[in-house]
Nanobody
Framework: VQLQASGGGLVQAGGSLRLSCAASGRTFSSYAMGWFRQAPGKEREFVAGISWSGGSTYYGDSVKGRFTISRDNAKNTVYLQMSSLKSEDTAVYYC????????????????WGQGTLVTVSS
C-alpha cells in the first residue's frame, strides 16, 4: 500500500488542524493505521492508531483529549483531527500502515507516508 499524507501547515497555539492520509490499494480496509510524529533531534513518537474497522482507537499520552483519529474505508483515507495545539506539537507527522493490530512502535509498521510538517507558533 502507498500512503500520502497531507494537511500540515502553520497554525497558532490553541488552533486546530486536520491531517489526511490517502492510501492506494484495494486492501486498505484490512490495515491498522497509525500516526507518528518526529520533532528535530527527537525519536519518532506514536501519536494515534486505529484498527482496520475503526472500532478501536489508541492515543499517545501527550495528545489524549486533544487529537482524534478516524478513517473512511470507502475513501481509503485516515484522518487526524488536532485541536488545542501546542508549540510542542510541532513536528513532521507520518501516517503508517500495518496488516494486523495497532502497535505503538514505529518498527512495527510496514508502510509509511512521506510526512507532512505541522508548525505551531506560540
Amino acid at each position: 500500500v502507498q500512503l500520502q499524507a497531507s494537511g500540515g501547515g502553520l497554525v497558532q497555539a490553541g488552533g486546530s488542524l486536520r491531517l489526511s492520509c490517502a492510501a492506494s490499494g484495494r486492501t486498505f480496509s484490512s490495515y491498522a493505521m497509525g500516526w507518528f510524529r518526529q520533532a528535530p533531534g527527537k525519536e519518532r513518537e506514536f501519536v494515534a492508531g486505529i484498527s482496520w474497522s475503526g472500532g478501536s482507537t489508541y492515543y499517545g499520552d501527550s495528545v489524549k483529549g486533544r487529537f482524534t483519529i478516524s478513517r473512511d474505508n470507502a475513501k481509503n483515507t485516515v484522518y487526524l483531527q488536532m485541536s488545542s495545539l501546542k508549540s510542542e506539537d510541532t513536528a513532521v507527522y507520518y501516517c503508517a500502515a500495518r496488516n494486523t493490530i495497532v502497535v505503538t512502535t514505529p518498527g512495527g509498521y510496514n508502510y509509511w507516508g512521506q510526512g507532512t510538517l505541522v508548525t505551531v507558533s506560540s
